[in-house]
């Protein structure tokens, strides 16, 4: 069976390449930790871009179906990520598949999945607040409830 690529958006990151290390000699040349467990060798590696900002850089060390198992990096270039991978997973270079989804795809594609889902007064999706709160016909954020509360504190402090 072949392996299967990658979705557009893993952990509310947009894929930029993607590589199957499946088969690859796992040279451990770093140490990947979740918790107090060491994470190994993984089918998957993703390089994405946070979508909450764009700008930070993630690999992602994910399983078959594309689930993250634990997150490495810190470089600020594709270019530097793929040779990171390449220390612990040799021959990885030659593997790697540019997906380059863009922002509005990933984000189209979140959008595709969630059913659309977004604060009814900012826009923001879930991934953009810390939670919201789902009515009938509206849906609020935390930050919108926190700059109304703000606001009509200012009201109050006016009258």
Same mark, same amino acid.
């Given at each position: 069976?072949?392996?299967?690529?990658?979705?557009?958006?893993?952990?509310?990151?947009?894929?930029?390449?993607?590589?199957?290390?499946?088969?690859?000699?796992?040279? +451990?040349?770093?140490? $990947?930790? @979740?918790?107090?467990? /060491?994470? %190994? &060798?993984?089918?998957?590696?993703?390089?994405?871009?946070?979508?909450?900002?764009?700008?930070?850089?993630?690999?992602?060390?994910?399983?078959?179906?594309?689930?993250?198992?634990?997150?490495?990096?810190?470089?600020?270039?594709?270019?530097?990520?793929?040779?990171?991978?390449?220390?612990?997973?040799?021959?990885?270079?030659? +593997?790697?598949?540019? $997906?380059? @989804?863009?922002?509005? /795809?990933? %984000? &189209?594609?979140?959008?595709?999945?969630?059913?659309?889902?977004?604060?009814?007064?900012?826009?923001?999706?879930?991934?953009?607040?810390?939670?919201?709160?789902?009515?009938?016909?509206?849906?609020?954020?935390?930050?919108?409830?926190?700059?109304?509360?703000?606001?009509?504190?200012?009201?109050?402090?006016?009258?």
């Amino acid at each position: 069976m072949d392996a299967l690529a990658p979705p557009p958006v893993i952990n509310c990151s947009r894929v930029i390449a993607y590589a199957h290390v499946s088969g690859l000699e796992y040279r +451990r040349a770093g140490r $990947l930790f @979740v918790g107090d467990q /060491e994470i %190994l &060798a993984v089918p998957n590696l993703a390089i994405c871009a946070d979508l909450r900002s764009d700008a930070g850089l993630y690999l992602f060390h994910c399983d078959a179906d594309w689930s993250t198992i634990a997150t490495g990096g810190g470089e600020d270039s594709v270019a530097a990520m793929k040779v990171l991978a390449e220390r612990n997973y040799k021959g990885v270079a030659e +593997r790697w598949v540019d $997906l380059n @989804v863009s922002r509005a /795809e990933a %984000l &189209a594609w979140w959008d595709s999945q969630s059913g659309g889902e977004k604060c009814s007064f900012c826009g923001r999706r879930a991934f953009e607040v810390a939670r919201w709160i789902v009515g009938p016909s509206a849906i609020i954020c935390n930050l919108c409830i926190d700059q109304f509360h703000d606001l009509s504190w200012d009201s109050l402090a006016d009258a």
